[in-house]
């Protein structure tokens, strides 16, 4: 009896394993088709359709550091630089070596008059590769920011 019970125990334990890992990648792979849809409503200047969403990607699956970054863009277009700084650090946590987001919360921190962590990060983001952040860079050195 003892051995039956094991056994549908390990069935039982395996179901679940599988049944967890299958659901997160259908979360992963619905938060990506969401934020798709989003980041085309954001090109066609439809930001609140595209906030919508993102905000949806980031419910399916809040470990999507892509939704995170464009939910950063969303902010930084509205001005919200604080709320804008919070999602591409979230990125940013979630993917150490993403260039972009480094340079836009770079400029989210120039924005909201934080120089020092604005050229951090653009130091950070071109030491990663991102191209074109000399102008950035040079702005950091004329204003006596390291």
Known sequence: MMSGFRFVARYVA????????????????????LLDKGVDFYYHAQYKKAFGLFKEALDADDGNFEAWYWMGNYFENNHDH??????????????PNYADAYANRAEAKKNNRDNAGACADWKKAAKLGKANLNDDLEWCKRNGVK
């Open 82 to 95: 604080i709320r804008a700084i919070e999602c591409y650090t979230k990125a940013i946590e979630l993917n």
């Open 14 to 33: 395996v179901f679940l394993v599988v049944f967890l890992f299958s659901s997160c990648a259908d979360n992963a792979e619905k938060s990506g088709q």
